[in-house]
C-alpha cells in the first residue's frame, strides 16, 4: 500500500517571495508522483508529474517538483510566487502496475500575501 | 466547453433519502473515477471503470452503486444516506486506466446531508 504525508496544512508567503511545499510518501514499490492543484470552488487539475528520466520537473507556470529516491520525497517549489497561485495543493502517488489509483495527501493550502 | 460535468453542483437532503450525482466527460476518455473529499480536504478513491467496466472497488458501504450506461458517463447513486456521507464528491476522467495518464476533474458535487 502507499501512503502520502504533505507536512504543512497551510502555507501563507508573500507575493514574490520563494516558497516550497513539502511531500513524503511511503510505498513497497515503485510509484509514478504527481502534484495537482484545486483553486477555489473548482476540481484538481494537474500541475506537473515524474514518472522517469530526470528528477526535476517543471510546470508551465513555474513551479518545478524535484522527486528524491532516497528521502522518498517530492517536494514542490517556486522561486517567485503571485497572488494567482493562492490555491490547495495535493502530492499524489500510483502505483506503476495495474489500473491508475491515485492515493493523495492531505493537501497544503498556499496563501499569498501582497 | 467543459470536459467533466457533474449535476447538482449542491444536494441537501435528509438522512434515509436516496440520491444520485451524475458525471459526463467530453474528452473520449475510457477510464472513469469518483473521489469522496471530505471536511478535512482528504481525498480518497471509490471507484473506477474502463470502458463501462468496475476496475477499482475500494471499501466503499455498498450503499453506494456506480453506473456506467457509456464510457461518457458514470454516476453515482447512494441509498439511505447518513450524516457522515456529507463530504464534496468528484468525476474525474483518463485517457486509459494507464497509472502514468493526467486525470481532469469535475467541479464537485457538495453533499450536505441532515
Known amino acids: 500500500a502507499q501512503s502520502v504525508t504533505q507536512l504543512d496544512s497551510q502555507v501563507p508567503v508573500f507575493e514574490e517571495a520563494p516558497v516550497e511545499l513539502r511531500c513524503n510518501y511511503s510505498s513497497s514499490v515503485s510509484v509514478y508522483l504527481f502534484w495537482y492543484v484545486q483553486y477555489p470552488n473548482q476540481g484538481l487539475q494537474l500541475l506537473l508529474k515524474?514518472?522517469?528520466?530526470?528528477?526535476l520537473v517543471e510546470s508551465i507556470n513555474g513551479f518545478e517538483a524535484e522527486f528524491n529516491k532516497s528521502q522518498t520525497s517530492f517536494h514542490l517549489r517556486k522561486p517567485s510566487v503571485h497572488i494567482s497561485d493562492t490555491a490547495e495543493y495535493f502530492c499524489a502517488v500510483s502505483r506503476l502496475q495495474g489500473a491508475q489509483k491515485l492515493v493523495f495527501g492531505q493537501g497544503t493550502r498556499l496563501t499569498i500575501n501582497p | 466547453d467543459t470536459a467533466v460535468s457533474q449535476t447538482p453542483k449542491y444536494l441537501v437532503t435528509q438522512m434515509g433519502n436516496d440520491k444520485s450525482i451524475k458525471c459526463e466527460q467530453n474528452l473520449g476518455h475510457d477510464t472513469m473515477y469518483w473521489y469522496k473529499q471530505d471536511s478535512k480536504k482528504f481525498l480518497k478513491i471509490m471507484f473506477s471503470y474502463n470502458n463501462k467496466e468496475l476496475i477499482i472497488n475500494e471499501t466503499v458501504p455498498n450503499r453506494f452503486s456506480p453506473k456506467s450506461p457509456d464510457k461518457a458517463h458514470l454516476n453515482l447513486h447512494i441509498n439511505s444516506l447518513e450524516l457522515g456521507d456529507s463530504a464534496v464528491y468528484f468525476c474525474a476522467s483518463s485517457l486509459i486506466a494507464a497509472s502514468y495518464n493526467e486525470q481532469f476533474f469535475g467541479p464537485g458535487t457538495r453533499l450536505t446531508v441532515l
Open positions: 515524474y514518472l522517469s528520466g530526470s528528477t
